[in-house]
């Protein structure tokens, strides 16, 4: 018995709808509901496409019966979805193609950058390169020494930070300690032992223990009550500051050379302060200038060594060799001026750790060459692929994913070349430890 050839397509197409409804275990990237409607459709296009076929079918003559099983069918359509959302349909296809829609979601790529640089976000500065003081020989054989490049610029944008940023030493440095109602003789000696009680003490806590003994010393603070006074009573004044039993014995047997080798008075000659008991050189240039207001020398302290070789002016280990090295091409109007400057800009702006340049006006114009200029960077990217081939039942879905973290961790407080701490002239450097910051 010979089957019509409606019966044949008809279970062709059958076939071939079951195969479409097989479960799918592919992830989706659009809703359920998204996907029900769209199978709906696509069983509606095919029911369609049956009867069509059927109706023109049932028209032709029997003797068409003979033709290959295999013949041409109108082709079950092709949907894809384009990016505006439309849904393109294809009627033609040719024999054992498989149709395939795919879906592919829209690449996101997402950038995030964090920069840590000086200030108005510039991350590339140009920074200045390392150009000391010059030494040159005149035709006569006399030496002479050239300045660095721009240090008048240098020093004017950093008077600048001063005067915007008011620092300890402003109010509570060794040369405003002294009690202006005393005897010129008294304020002298106050500030002899005020300088003598900073060595390795900030200014805030040398303020505090010369204001008690100004207030509550028996007779007054000065040289005769100073002798007068019991070691233990004079080391309670002084118990806050750093190495203070060391300091009251210094303060004890430099009031008893006062009184005895310089008139009760201190003296007024570098090799006299320096040849007291606790005094160094940056104590008695210091002195020099603000007991009697004469600028021998520049007072070299931590601040003024580590803050000039981080400019590059020179490349010196000792404050001595600062000082020398300052002094041979600064400005003797500069002298007493420079050690209050840079002492403030080195509690405020240029930290002995943790230096902020990103608020000073030196890094932003590329002026210095030790500006830590370092940035931070993180980058993430992501992008997902959803492909989907359909009718065989032969399904695929690819994600990739990836993220990429850079980061460059910025450079510390102390890089090559840089000076470390030294807290008291003419004394071995203490060691001191430093964290690298990221």
């Known amino acids: 018995m010979r089957t019509s050839r409606i019966s044949r397509d008809t279970s062709k197409i059958i076939s071939s709808l079951s195969a479409t409804r097989a479960p799918r275990s592919f992830r989706q990237t659009r809703s359920g509901a998204n996907a029900a409607i769209r199978d709906f459709a696509l069983n509606a296009v095919e029911a369609g496409n049956v009867a069509r076929e059927g109706g023109r079918e049932s028209e032709k003559a029997d003797g068409n019966e003979d033709r290959d099983p295999d013949s041409e069918l109108s082709s079950v359509p092709e949907y894809s979805d384009s990016d505006d959302g ?34 108005k976000g510039n991350s590339r500065l140009k920074k200045a390169r390392r150009v000391p003081a010059k030494k040159t020989r005149a035709v006569d054989g006399s030496i002479k020494v050239e300045p660095p490049p721009n240090w008048e610029e240098v020093y004017a944008l950093t008077r600048e930070m001063r005067n915007e940023n008011p620092a300890p030493v402003d109010t509570m440095g060794c040369a405003t300690l002294a009690d202006r109602n005393a005897s010129a003789r008294d304020q002298r000696f106050q500030t002899l032992v005020a300088l003598m009680l900073s060595s390795q003490t900030k200014d805030t806590v040398t303020s505090v223990a010369i204001k008690g003994m100004q207030d ?9 009550s100073v002798l007068a006074i019991d070691p233990p009573v004079l080391n309670a004044f002084i118990s806050k500051v750093g190495f203070h039993n060391l300091k009251t014995k210094y303060i004890k047997s430099a009031a008893e050379i006062l009184r005895d080798k310089w008139n009760s008075d201190i003296p007024d000659t570098i090799e006299g302060l320096i040849s007291l008991p606790g005094v160094g050189p940056k104590m008695a240039y210091l002195c020099m200038s603000s007991a009697w207001g004469r600028d021998e020398g520049i007072g070299v302290d931590v601040h ?22 300052l002094q041979s091409w600064l400005p003797k109007k500069y002298w007493r001026d420079i050690n209050e400057l840079l002492v403030g800009f080195g509690q405020t702006i240029c930290l002995p750790v943790g230096r902020k340049c990103g608020e000073c006006k030196l890094a932003d114009k590329g002026l210095c060459p030790s500006a830590v200029v370092a940035k931070a960077t993180k980058v993430k990217k992501q992008e997902v692929v959803v492909k989907k081939e359909d009718i065989n039942g032969e399904q695929s879905v690819r994600e990739e994913a990836g993220m990429i973290e850079e980061r460059e961790i910025k450079a510390g407080d102390v890089e090559e070349g840089a000076v470390p701490d030294i807290e008291d002239i003419g004394k071995a450097p203490r060691r001191r430890s430093y964290r690298m910051q990221s």
Request: proline share 5%.
């Open 216 to 224: 509550n010393m028996p007779g007054g603070f000065n040289l005769e």
């Open 86 to 119: 439309e849904m393109v349909t294809s009627r033609k296809r040719k024999r054992g193609q498989t149709t395939t829609t795919s879906f592919k979601c829209e690449s996101k790529e997402t950038s995030i950058t964090a920069t840590a640089s000086p200030k």
């Open 304 to 325: 003024v060594h580590r803050i000039t070789n981080l400019w590059g002016w020179h490349n010196t280990k000792q404050p001595e060799e600062t000082r020398v090295a």
